[in-house]
């Protein structure tokens, strides 16, 4: 049962965000990739293809997509020139575009939260946040893996 509830919500959060990438003319790997650098801050594509397992020649690919639909941008890095960083742009129409689209499933989000109390609620957030450590770390797991086969 576990296995299955699993790979219906992550197969139903991956398209999900397809489909909110689709609106902004990026890939849902793009659209990841705006949201890595949004919570992470400024890094170094070197940085970026690290965190997602992508070469640099994708992660250069990918940041010129963020740039062209004004997601990202490039500067040079103040400490080191020879090097860039990407930084995460937030322009207020960018962000009032993102609000929409994501408006729908934030209502709904809400309230289906309603329904359950605080505790519950709590157990929720937990469980969550426990699954998103497992699954950083068994992506970890597998990557190192893979690179001793490499």
């Known amino acids: 049962m576990a296995t299955e509830i699993g790979r219906r919500f ?6 999900y965000h397809g ?13 990841k990739c705006g949201e890595i650098l949004l919570r992470m801050g400024p890094m170094n ?3 970026l293809a690290a965190l997602t397992g992508m070469s640099t020649a994708a992660v ?7 740039e062209q639909a004004g997601f990202a941008r490039r500067e040079r890095d103040p ?25 729908g499933l934030t209502e709904k989000m ?6 359950y109390s605080p505790q519950q609620l709590q157990a929720i957030v937990d469980f969550i946040q426990q699954t998103t450590r497992l699954m950083e770390s068994e992506t970890d797991r597998l990557r190192r ?6």
């Open 10 to 15: 992550s197969t139903a959060v991956v398209l």
């Open 19 to 31: 489909a909110v990438a689709e609106r902004f003319g990026l890939s849902a790997t793009d659209w």
């Open 45 to 47: 594509p070197t940085q």
């Open 60 to 66: 250069t690919l990918v940041i010129d997509r963020l």
């Open 79 to 103: 400490n080191d020139r020879r090097r860039v960083l990407v930084y995460p742009t937030a322009t207020p129409e960018i962000e009032q575009k993102v609000e929409e689209v994501f408006r």
């Open 110 to 115: 809400e309230a289906l939260m309603d329904r």
């Open 145 to 150: 893996e893979a690179a001793k086969r490499a």
